[in-house]
């Protein structure tokens, strides 16, 4: 559990740490709450030359509401998120997530950033900012661009970000009238990685027919998984169990898990199933309730 | 006259250990820290089975801070290449020629910082050449298998046969019987997970020619006559301290390859060395538990009433049989396994077997396989109950051990001292609402909803042991207590025995207080250091409260009976006209002319009879006459979530008969977390090797221990039924909840299901195999 060697430069503004990623290249890693990549180089399953530490970066640990959007910074922590009124008042959702990752130690340092831009399908917050239709803004030596967050999963641990570039902010629709989202995560225990996991976001119309569903999937694909089949047959239908089932159905089918430790590919399906079934029906009385 | 309150047996004493811990300032064997210290770190097979070709140290060697690169062929020439194991067996050091298994040790390197050392492990280069592992014991048993151990004279992977009980009469039961029933379960490898890991600290000090190691020991004694046997130093000029241990459970019984590498650096280098192993080499490479393939069968009246067991286990032990059982037991204690039914006969037999894993099996808090032994027989009743039609709670007042049959011959030839079965699964039928249980379960299932109601009424066998049978590499199972008393009133104790978290800081002294009505916070306990303590066999198997607990109740009575003398001087009577009451000697009639062990303790230093000699101290090795037999019933209530195949346990009652307690809270605290540690095993713990013999479980992300979310509120009861031969009628508790609870669990798994044709579910109980199971009962969501 010793990690190897490495370099150790601290920037303290968001353009000294993009300079110094250009200057490392591939051979640097960006240090923010460091959950996953620490443990990963004890293992010496990472062997970053160069860590550049993005935490005294000023400005990027703000959560707020403006222009109709949620701004989370990129450097917020996850316990943070889960404390704060405006995130539990109005996106219990996220609340949801930021409560199942890990454990409280980590989740002290954890950050929402890191937690995307990590790229591990295994991670909480990527299926659920899928359900949200969140967007992620990167900073790079050109300046700020955003990237859809349909855009930014490339594969296992590959994101849509350059080497030089840095997470800065997650942006989220403001919640619809009628709306609600529920995370639900099954885990062998807590601080496991997700067996499977469903984000499901719902809006109704005055009529209480489905006007927007969102679904992401946990751990069950290369990559965090939309369940967009799922989401179309939600839309324009009354909600019910039967249609959730369905709904929940189709999700499953979208999963394309492998059999590990936490069970063969058939059962995480199952699991996959089950999740999104629980998690549409309180995402329904969430957005019946508001 | 001391005004303190003694609070000697029964009261619920603080843990005076406690403090030091929950302020940071326990000492384990990485807080040791010597002038000079070089780090030691290993290099590990990764391959289960494999020819060693080559081993290049020099690239190791030629980075700067490397001190030494340590191989096998260096210690055969020390004569160390292969150490004893305590059962008879042999145990490689460091291998000279292959490696049969995962994680085994292949070299070490020492170096000037723990960070150096780590990233010359890389620089070894190692070249092997694969070869088919064996894994699977039953393989391993067929002709032309590949030989885990062709160091050994006898070509087979068969290790030994062990039997236990009559077999004949057994036999011709079976024949008879009206209704047999057979169940093959696997308890798989498990691990004792000890938050604190294996290391040492080795220093040799030249100036006075003495071997001082500081080790994470439950034994220290032991190794302290092993590493003289083994090294050939004399036994005074080695002194093992065991400092704060955190936790044992029986991982620390065994000596690993680690410390003797550890040592035989410190003494070629001639500076302190530090081997401190992290949580994977830990998980990996030290010894396991369990693994237990069994085969075991009832027979039965029709009325539900048992006559005979019948058992055959293969045992699958690893690469080396490293357990850490008595001599004359390779399965430990596991003939236990007629449990708390009296029936006429029975027959048990275990294979031991050699395969490609990591050695052992230890006792994970379990008195040397008694875990295993009540879980067959918790199971099988179960079984039976259910071939039947019969209620669990039913077939089990039926077959029980009376009260007035004790002290009991059990049919593999046990001597159960005391018991009371049926009293104590009374209460605790009546404490959780048991026929109220069924009514709701029918209520469910009727709605299709699945709960299940488990119960477990355990017998164990702790307190090893009477030496005409126990014994270790050939040291008798006693063990030992010394107290001094002080001029001024306060004493301090020694103990054969090692605390790792059981409180003997508290307990100990509590006896003391108990038996010289001297105030428990004004007693000293001491262990864990083989130059102060007196000889001992250590904590394992329950054995501290049965054994040197005894030993530290006959010691203060010794003490007492000269603190007579001493009074009957001081109060000019003869010592027959006092008697020893409310914690004084009092003269009989005039129970207002007395002396309390505080006036007598400096009389003792100050004015004591002619002819008497001075001082306050004793000492007893306690050769227990028997074993101890502590019981409980418990009961256990699930839910099934049929959308994941989760099983939440939604009450669980554990009634604990230890026989007296010596503190209640300990004892409570002991229950709580033993019956954690029965809930893992039940549905979250199992070491998995993938089919090369890869460790595929050695992280806690993947080994999955439960946590205080995981764990449901536990609620705890007891009766007492004292022990007939123990001096104060204890029996000893750290174990009963851990064998205790995985059949309780495991039972009421299988009555949620019991209906649907389920009569057997193998642990662990994971979520993913009960959901295919239910699957396969077409009750899956």
Redesign the interface.
């Known amino acids: 559990m010793i990690p190897g060697p490495f370099s150790y430069r601290r920037a303290t503004s968001i353009e000294e740490a993009i300079a110094l990623l250009q200057q490392y290249g591939g051979d640097a890693k960006v240090l923010s709450g460091g959950q996953s990549l620490i443990p990963m180089m004890k293992f010496r399953l990472a062997e970053p030359a160069v860590i550049v530490d993005i935490n005294r970066v000023p400005g990027l640990d703000t959560i707020e509401e403006r222009n109709g959007l949620l701004s989370i910074g990129g450097l917020v922590r996850e316990t943070t998120l889960e404390r704060s009124p405006l995130i539990r008042q109005r996106y219990p959702i996220i609340a949801d997530t930021a409560e199942v990752i890990a454990d409280p130690l980590v989740r002290n340092l954890a950050t929402v950033g890191g937690n995307l831009a990590h790229g591990d399908p295994a991670n909480d917050h990527p299926a659920t900012m899928l359900a949200l239709r969140a967007e992620v803004v990167a900073r790079g030596p050109s300046g700020e661009r955003v990237i859809s967050i349909d855009d930014f999963f490339v594969d296992t641990f590959t994101t849509a970000l350059a080497p030089d570039e840095i997470l800065t902010e997650i942006r989220v629709p403001a919640p619809p009238p009628r709306s609600g989202g529920a995370y639900m995560k099954f885990e062998r225990k807590v601080g496991d990685y997700a067996v499977a996991a469903a984000a499901a976001f719902l809006a109704l119309d005055e009529a209480r027919k489905i006007v927007r569903a969102g679904i992401g999937l946990t751990n069950v694909s290369y990559k965090p998984l939309r369940a967009e089949a799922a989401e179309n047959a939600l839309l324009g239908q009354a909600p019910s169990d039967e249609l959730f089932r369905a709904a929940a159905e189709l999700a499953a089918q979208a999963a394309d898990p492998t059999s590990d430790l936490r069970g063969p590919a058939e059962y995480k399906r199952a699991v996959a199933r089950t999740m999104t079934f629980r998690a549409l029906q309180k995402a329904l009385s969430r957005a019946q309730a508001a | 006259m001391t005004t303190t309150p003694i609070r000697g047996l029964g009261h619920p004493v603080k843990r005076k250990e406690d403090p030091r811990f929950i302020r940071g300032k326990g000492t384990y064997v990485d807080d040791v820290k010597l002038p000079g210290m070089l780090y030691l770190d290993i290099v590990r097979s990764p391959y289960a089975h494999a020819r060693i070709k080559r081993i290049d140290t020099s690239k190791a060697l030629a980075m700067p801070g490397v001190v030494d690169v340590i191989t096998g062929a260096e210690l055969e020439k020390a004569g160390l290449a292969w150490m004893p194991t305590l059962m008879s067996d042999r145990q490689m050091v460091l291998p000279t020629e292959r490696v049969v298994y995962y994680a085994q040790e292949v070299a070490a390197v020492v170096a000037t910082d ?2 150096t050392a ?2 010359a492990v ?1 620089a070894v280069e190692v070249e092997y050449e694969p070869l088919t592992p064996v894994l699977d014991p039953f393989k391993a048993l067929e002709p032309g298998a590949p030989l885990v151990r062709p160091d050994r004279e006898q070509k087979t992977n068969h290790i030994w046969h062990w039997e236990a009980g009559d077999k004949e009469k057994t036999d011709r039961i079976f024949q008879e019987a009206e209704v047999v029933v057979s169940q093959d379960l696997y308890i798989p490898r498990i691990h004792v997970c000890s938050i604190e890991t294996c290391g040492c600290v080795v220093n040799y000090d030249r100036a006075i020619d003495k071997l001082t190691i500081w080790m994470t020991s439950q034994a220290p004694h032991a190794h302290r006559t092993v590493f003289s046997l083994v090294s050939g130093i004399p036994e005074h000029k080695i002194r093992i301290i065991s400092p704060d241990i955190g936790g044992g459970f029986g991982g620390k019984v065994p000596v690993y390859p680690g410390y003797v590498i550890a040592t035989y650096a410190a003494l070629k280098l001639g500076k302190p060395i530090k081997w401190i192993e ?3 080499e830990n998980l990996q490479a030290d010894s396991f538990a369990r693994d237990y393939h069994i085969h075991a069968e009832l027979a039965a009246t029709r009325d539900g009433k048992i006559r005979a067991m019948r058992v055959h286990t293969v045992a699958d032990h690893g690469a080396f049989d490293a357990a850490a059982n008595p001599s004359k037991f390779p399965a430990g204690l596991f003939s236990v396994c007629t449990g708390s039914y009296d029936m006429e006969a029975a027959h048990v037999a275990v294979d031991g077997v050699y395969t490609n894993k990591p050695p052992g099996g230890v006792a994970y808090r379990c008195s040397f396989r008694v875990t295993e032994a009540v879980h067959t027989i918790e199971r099988m009743v179960d079984v039976l109950a259910d071939e039947l039609g019969m209620d669990p709670a039913e077939i089990r007042f039926k077959n029980f051990i009376r009260p007035e049959q004790f002290p009991y011959k059990s049919p593999t030839g046990w001597e159960y001292d005391s018991g009371n079965y049926p009293a104590t699964l009374q209460k605790a039928l009546d404490a959780i609402g048991y026929q109220e249980l069924r009514r709701e379960q029918a209520e469910r299932r009727a709605r299709g909803e699945l709960m299940g109601i488990g119960i477990s009424t355990f017998t164990e066998i702790v307190g090893a042991g009477p030496s005409h049978t126990f014994d270790i590499l050939g040291i008798k199972m006693f063990d030992s207590a010394e107290i001094r008393v002080h001029p001024t009133g306060s004493a301090i104790v020694r103990i054969g025995v090692q605390t790792q978290g059981q409180g003997h800081e508290t307990t100990f002294a509590q006896i003391v207080a108990e038996e010289l009505g001297l105030p428990v916070e004004n007693i000293l306990v001491e262990h864990g250091d083989t130059d102060t303590a007196p000889y001992g066999l250590g904590t394992y198997a329950s054995r501290s409260t049965p054994v040197a607990g005894a030993a530290t109740a006959v010691a203060a009575r010794k003490i007492r009976e000269k603190a007579r003398l001493i009074a009957a001087h001081l109060l000019e009577v003869s010592p027959d006209d006092l008697e020893w009451r409310d914690y004084a000697f009092r003269v009989k009639g005039s129970p207002d002319r007395f002396k309390t062990m505080q006036e007598i303790a400096f009389a003792a230093y100050t004015n004591f009879p002619l002819g008497l000699e001075g001082g306050l101290e004793a000492v007893c090795y306690y050769d227990p006459p028997n074993m101890t037999f502590p019981f409980g019933a418990y009961v256990c209530v699930v839910d099934i979530d049929r ?4 099983v939440k346990v939604r009450e669980f009652l554990a009634v604990d008969d230890c026989g007296t307690i010596i503190n209640p809270m300990i004892v409570e605290g002991q229950i709580h977390g033993g019956l954690t540690m029965g809930l893992a095993p039940a549905l ?1 713990e199992e070491i ?1 090797y993938d089919d090369n013999g890869t460790m ?2 050695g ?1 806690f ?2 080994y ?4 205080a ?2 764990t449901p509120h536990w609620k705890t009861d007891k009766t007492v039924t004292p022990s007939p031969h123990h001096p104060l009628g204890a029996k000893g508790v750290g174990e009963s909840p851990t064998i205790g609870a995985p059949p309780a669990i495991v039972n009421a798994v299988v009555d949620a299901l019991s209906h649907l044709g389920v009569r057997h579910i193998d642990i662990p109980i ?3 195999k009960l ?2 199971l239910l ?1 396969e009962k077409g009750v ?2």
């Open positions: 723990r960070y780590a990233d890389l992290d949580r994977s959308g994941t195949g989760q979250f998995v595929l479980t992280t992300m993947d999955l221990l439960p946590t979310v995981e994971t979520p993913a959901y295919q699957v899956a969501e």
